[in-house]
């Protein structure tokens, strides 16, 4: 068996030498290094373990009788080699398997900061109330209801998209509605309806639409929602806070392109975006639910 196990030993030695492994080994100085090096013996190791044990029960069986075999069969020491040698496996692999980088003490912070951010937003987004279209009068102008925002979820099966911008910057509003007539039939299918909005920032305020936009045959689309503002201005100071976020996390540009919130139908947050959104990251969020 040593005269085999030799044999294996150099021809083992021969492959890593050629393989890119062992390239790295050569090439890495350090600690990386070092474990490539231990690594390789552990396998090596494993291997003069697994040939012996088999050599072993070789001799064992070819020298007793043929109703003899099967008592040479040591079932609980063949296992714990296995395990022995898928353990030392699994740590070769998981040694060159690169790590992501771990987060600083600053990251996390930001990171905790982005996810409470986004639960107080998207629980304070439960109570608020959209004016949906429910059908169009005799002069062909839409009908609207109330409804809050966690029914439309919870029993209509709705998917919001929450596009807001700050004031003074209505025309991307415009640019949104006209985006949607080219996917009007996708809106539909996929029961998702978009909510513009205008933002007062520094006073935390939500800005009625100008005329020109409540007006106008755009703003008369099915899957178009409008928000209906109640007391203490509550969708002012929801949205007003995600703009004050995304400056936290150094994005001023917000404040030029706005910024959009895809909600799913069971009440979370599945993107924020800045600028106006992409309709097929939109379709495939919510087509994922």
């Known amino acids: ?11 083992m030695w021969s492959f890593a030498r050629g393989s890119p492994a062992y390239a790295s080994v050569q090439q890495t100085r350090g600690r990386q ?5 231990w690594a390789a013996s552990l396998l090596l190791l494993a291997l003069h373990f697994s040939v012996s044990s088999a ?3 070789f001799r064992q069986t070819s020298r007793a009788a043929p109703t003899q075999m099967r008592a040479s069969y040591d079932r609980k020491k063949l296992n714990t080699e296995a395990s022995f040698t898928e353990g030392l496996m699994r740590s070769w692999e998981g040694l060159f398997q690169p790590k992501e980088p771990e987060l600083t003490p600053e990251e996390l ?18 109570s608020l109330k959209l004016s949906v279209q429910a059908g169009e009068d005799d002069e062909g102008m839409p009908i609207r209801r109330a409804a809050p925002i966690s029914v439309l979820q919870s029993k209509a099966k709705q998917s919001i998209v929450l596009f807001a911008v700050p ?8 640019d949104v509605l006209l985006s949607m007539r ?9 029961n998702v309806l978009v909510v513009p909005a205008i933002v007062d920032v520094s006073a935390k305020k939500l800005v009625e639409l100008p005329p020109n936009i409540r007006d106008a045959k755009l703003i008369r ?16 100071v929801t949205l007003a806070a995600e703009f004050e976020e995304a400056q936290l996390q150094g994005t001023d ?26 309709w097929k990251v939109v379709f495939s969020e919510t087509d994922t639910l």
């Open 253 to 278: 540009e917000v404040l030029q392109i706005g910024l959009a919130l895809i909600l799913g139908r069971d009440g979370s947050i599945l993107r924020r975006g800045f600028g106006r959104p992409s």
């Open 109 to 126: 912070e930001a990171q905790e900061r982005r996810e409470a951010s986004s639960e107080a937003t998207a629980k304070a987004l439960q």
């Open 55 to 57: 050599f072993s029960m």
């Open 33 to 37: 290094g070092w474990q490539a090096v």
């Open 221 to 236: 689309q099915g899957a178009i929602a409008l928000p209906l503002n109640e007391a203490e201005d509550a969708w002012g």
């Open 182 to 190: 080219i996917e009007a039939k996708e809106f539909s299918e996929r």
């Open 1 to 11: 068996s040593n005269r085999f196990y030799n044999r294996v030993t150099a021809a």
């Open 167 to 174: 004031q003074g910057k209505e025309r991307l509003i415009t």
